[in-house]
């Protein structure tokens, strides 16, 4: 492979890492339950399970000046007539009350969905270079 093809991919494995993480870091707000110690590590209270749907995590994201395809958020879809607990504006309270602890947590996601990725990437160069 040459040297710009074998750049290309890790580029795109590092944005398919970087995707992947922040859904996850989603879908744990959502339901309570994160990686590397959860929310109890970085004294964060939990959003109520089943509070997020595609246009609040769309939104959540923004917040956290990252970006990511509308498509990967319809796993977030609820059905039009799905009751809500918690109202934009109470999500957007929580955001500001969590912040420091939520970015610690989110970029902590990301380094670590990253970082996995570039060693396997490596690892997986190096052997064919062998």
Same mark, same amino acid.
């Given at each position: 492979?040459?040297? /710009?093809?074998? @750049?290309?991919?890790?580029?795109?494995?590092? /944005?398919? %890492?970087?995707? %992947?993480?922040?859904?996850?870091?989603?879908?744990?707000?959502?339901?309570?339950?994160?990686?590397?110690?959860?929310?109890?590590? $970085?004294?964060?209270?939990?959003?109520?399970?089943?509070?997020? @749907?595609?246009? /609040? %995590?769309?939104?959540?994201?923004?917040?956290?000046?990252?970006?990511?395809?509308?498509?990967?958020?319809?796993? $977030?879809?609820?059905?039009?007539?799905?009751?809500?607990?918690?109202?934009?504006? !109470?999500? %957007?309270?929580?955001?500001?009350?969590? !912040?420091?602890?939520? /970015?610690?947590?989110?970029?902590?996601?990301?380094?670590?969905?990253?970082? !996995?990725?570039?060693?396997?990437?490596?690892?997986?160069?190096? @052997?064919?270079?062998?």
């Amino acid at each position: 492979m040459t040297d /710009r093809v074998t @750049n290309i991919k890790k580029v795109n494995a590092v /944005r398919s %890492a970087k995707t %992947a993480a922040i859904i996850d870091f989603l879908s744990a707000l959502e339901c309570g339950e994160g990686e590397y110690g959860g929310f109890d590590s $970085f004294n964060i209270k939990v959003i109520s399970s089943g509070q997020l @749907n595609s246009y /609040r %995590a769309n939104k959540i994201v923004h917040y956290f000046n990252k970006s990511i395809s509308k498509k990967h958020l319809a796993i $977030f879809s609820k059905n039009a007539n799905y009751s809500y607990k918690l109202t934009n504006y !109470d999500i %957007a309270i929580y955001l500001k009350k969590y !912040d420091k602890e939520l /970015r610690l947590y989110l970029d902590f996601y990301i380094q670590s969905y990253v970082n !996995d990725v570039l060693i396997t990437f490596d690892k997986t160069i190096n @052997n064919k270079q062998d």
